[in-house]
């Protein structure tokens, strides 16, 4: 079976960075998603990782390392449109999303 | 404009009255799921289809049932709701099961109310 652990809530100020962890365990690995999702919104694909590394996208960063069942997304110069939820999500032969991360992004 | 339409956006129904939520990609994906999504529970999979007619269960199942009877198509019916099936729900599709770069497309939420 699978299992995804991220932090329930975080906050941080505007032009900061922040760095949103999700730790897993798993009996099988084929890549690691990490998804937005305003409130009432729909869910929205922001990264992905299959191989160990950072991967960058703008003033997105995401970082997996395989060996270590751990994965973080990393959020630069923070905007108040950033206050969202984060979801991480594990595929093996199906994608399995986390609980999320709720972040909220002040002035 | 590429996008997945779920109908209805919110519904309120009572109890043992059935329903069906539909669910349109005109993205020409092979695979196309259904989540519920509960407060500190996250998404969890209901069904999901690799293809027309063929369709499997995902983790919470019970109480729903799909069909894929075109490739655009993938219908969410609840037989006879129950209160514990107050949920979120939405459809998302992708290229292959799922595509490689992870990339589901997801409908904007379908909100369910069983009294």
């Known amino acids: 079976g699978q299992n995804i652990d991220q932090p329930t809530e975080m906050t941080a100020t505007e032009g900061a960075i922040v760095q949103i962890n999700c730790t897993y365990q798993t009996s099988g690995f084929n890549g690691l998603f990490w998804y937005q999702q305003h409130a009432g919104e729909a869910p929205t694909f922001l990264s992905y990782?299959?191989?160990?590394g950072l991967e960058e996208k703008g003033r997105f960063s995401s970082f997996l390392s395989r060996s270590k069942g751990y994965s973080y997304l990393l959020l630069k110069e923070l905007q108040m449109k950033d206050s969202a939820s984060y979801l991480c999500?594990?595929?093996?032969?199906?994608?399995?999303f986390g609980t999320g991360t709720r972040l909220q992004v002040f002035p | 404009e590429a996008q997945v339409t779920q109908n209805p956006r919110y519904l309120i129904t009572v109890t043992g009255k059935k329903l069906t939520v539909t669910c349109s990609q005109n993205m020409n994906h092979e695979y196309m799921s259904w989540y519920r999504q509960d407060p500190g529970l996250g998404l969890r999979q209901i069904y999901y289809?690799?293809?027309?007619?063929?369709?499997d269960k995902g983790d919470v199942p019970e109480g729903y049932k799909v069909s894929r009877k075109e490739k655009r198509n993938f219908p969410l019916i609840l037989e006879s709701p129950s209160p514990n099936q107050t949920s979120l729900y939405f459809c998302?599709?992708?290229?292959?099961?799922?595509?490689?770069?992870?990339?589901?497309?997801f409908g904007e939420g379908s909100r369910l109310t069983v009294l």
């Open positions: 289809s690799m293809n027309v007619e063929v369709t």
């Open positions: 999500a594990l595929r093996d032969d199906k994608l399995i």
């Open positions: 998302a599709s992708s290229l292959a099961s799922p595509h490689p770069t992870g990339e589901l497309f």
């Open positions: 990782n299959v191989l160990d």
